[in-house]
């Protein structure tokens, strides 16, 4: 959706979208003067990728969880090493060594993130199934409690660090704190405000959404996009509003959800008055 223009290209009786924007310009790593070192580049950043769960777009969920959690990447790697020099082995196991494979130029070729990688679900629980069923000496629960309290120290280092550090700005997964807000906001029956005091204002409409889903129909009657693109923004639907600070004008209806960081002249000066302060958000209404 976001790079279709809604106009169309005539070829040979063959009616072909017109894109917004190139998509291979903007996820191809090689190209533009690029060569071996930017691929060789790009599956370091994606082992990143699939370590840290963070792609550098907004997302809901656990900091440090993408598609898949860090220990299932070592059975992944276990299973298809065990599969690999497995002889005979079924129709079913080549079928997944080719799914595998399959992902390589998404790999090698593709910038990075959690809709990218998604193609590596499936062989991968596959492969992680396998190793846990063919390693049946192992000592697992030795094993798993080790990985956990690793796992969960890892977790709560970065949690109270860098993660706070990124919610705080903005730049990682939007808080529970907000959902709740946003719920609040909603069964309000009122309009929404939400000014995030930085540029990714334009893509918190998908934050909303997954909180509160809104038929695609109804979304697309009522959404107001700022132009188009790779990324298409969009600033208003429906009752909620989004922008980096609170409009000068203000109705006298409504309720807003502000980032701490952002200005709240305007609400002081429309009469509106702070009635949840949270660790991230405010929450003010009239």
Known sequence: MNYVSHHQLHVLGLTITRLAASRGASQFVVGHGHGLGAVIKNLGQ??????????????????????????MLVLVVVGALLVFKQKPRTDF??????MLGANLPTVLLISPNNTHLNA???????????????LPRANWKATGLAV????FGAW???????????????????????????TRAVDSGAPIYLATSHQQAGGMYTVTLFNHPVKPATFKQEAVKSGGGEFIHYYR?????????LPKSLPAHAVLIVRR?????????????????????????R
């Open 120 to 134: 590596l679900t499936v062989p991968a629980l596959y492969f992680a199934g396998l190793a846990l069923a063919k």
């Open 237 to 245: 639907y429906g009752r909620c509003h989004f922008s980096a600070q």
């Open 148 to 151: 956990i309290v690793v796992l």
């Open 261 to 285: 960081g952002a200005s709240l002249q305007s609400a002081k000066q429309a009469g509106y008055h702070l009635v949840k302060a949270g660790r991230y958000y405010q929450y003010l209404e």
């Open 46 to 71: 994606t082992v990143v990728v699939l370590f840290s769960g963070y792609d550098g777009y907004l997302k809901s969920g656990l900091p440090g969880f993408g598609i898949l959690t860090p220990v």
């Open 156 to 182: 709560t280092v970065a949690y109270l660090g860098p993660t706070h550090t990124a919610l705080a700005a903005g730049q990682n997964e939007p808080p529970l704190e907000l959902q709740t807000l946003l």
């Open 93 to 98: 196991d080549a079928l997944m060594l080719m």
